[in-house]
T-cell receptor, first 112, second 115 residues
Framework: GNSVTQMEGPVTLSEEAFLTINCTYT??????LFWYVQYPGEGLQLLLK?????DKGSNKGFEATYRKETTSFHLEKGSVQVSDSAVYFC???????????FGAGTRLAVHP | ETGVTQTPRHLVMGMTNKKSLKCEQH?????MYWYKQSAKKPLELMFV???????ENNSVPSRFSPECPNSSHLFLHLHTLQPEDSALYLC??????????????FGPGTRLTVL
């Protein structure tokens, strides 16, 4: 079945460090891929998305590229801020399905 | 109000109580969802509604009873809960329940504690 695997956290970084959170997926066909972020005490917010192979989603300095050959959608940011501390979820959806498949989430803690 | 709202934000209840969680979306979407988020577990999809019709029920115990009176409102009725049901309950909506661009918009959640 379809699944999403994320690197386990927590990821702890200093401010202005480079961030990578790995995400790989298993799916038939051509899913859409998403990154959601959950700040403390809040629900999930869509951070970025990509709907076909080689698409790059970007938002707020975060980027992820849909790599079909490696079935990956890694999240990157060149310089993290303390305000980026949150839990990040990778997810996929496929046409004809009525749900998103989420990874387990990766907690990011950024220190000054 | 904009987006997806949930009330109450926090709820404490005993195992014999009956309570309801409310979700409202102001986005004109046709699909709504209930998720359960427990500590150190992946998000669990509980129910999916499309145009007020339940289209998915992921083996959720009958002590959770959803209701969708119209496409803007979704309720989760709770009765005889167990302490392990304590979690953050998230509501979401999307334009449709199918389709490759199934972007979901989430509410802030209700933090439920069962004593």
């Amino acid at each position: 079945g379809n699944s999403v695997t994320q690197m386990e956290g927590p990821v702890t970084l200093s401010e202005e460090a480079f961030l990578t959170i790995n995400c790989t997926y298993t799916a038939t066909g051509y899913p859409s891929l998403f990154w959601y972020v959950q700040y403390p005490g809040e629900g999930l917010q869509l951070l970025l998305k990509a709907t076909k192979a080689d698409d790059k989603g970007s938002n707020k300095g975060f980027e992820a590229t849909y790599r079909k050959e490696t079935t990956s959608f890694h999240l990157e940011k060149g310089s993290v801020q303390v305000s980026d501390s949150a839990v990040y979820f990778c997810a996929l959806s496929q046409e004809g399905y009525n749900k998103l498949i989420f990874g387990a989430g990766t907690r990011l803690a950024v220190h000054p | 109000e904009t987006g997806v709202t949930q009330t109450p934000r926090h709820l404490v209840m005993g195992m014999t109580n009956k309570k309801s969680l409310k979700c409202e979306q102001h986005l004109g979407h046709n699909a709504m969802y209930w998720y359960k988020q427990s500590a150190k577990k992946p998000l669990e999809l509980m129910f999916v509604y499309s145009l007020e019709e339940r289209v998915e029920n992921n083996s959720v115990p009958s002590r959770f009873s959803p209701e969708c009176p119209n496409s803007s409102h979704l309720f989760l009725h709770l009765h005889t809960l167990q302490p392990e049901d304590s979690a953050l309950y998230l509501c979401a909506s999307s334009p449709t329940s199918v389709g490759i661009y199934n972007e979901q918009f989430f509410g802030p959640g209700t933090r439920l504690t069962v004593l």
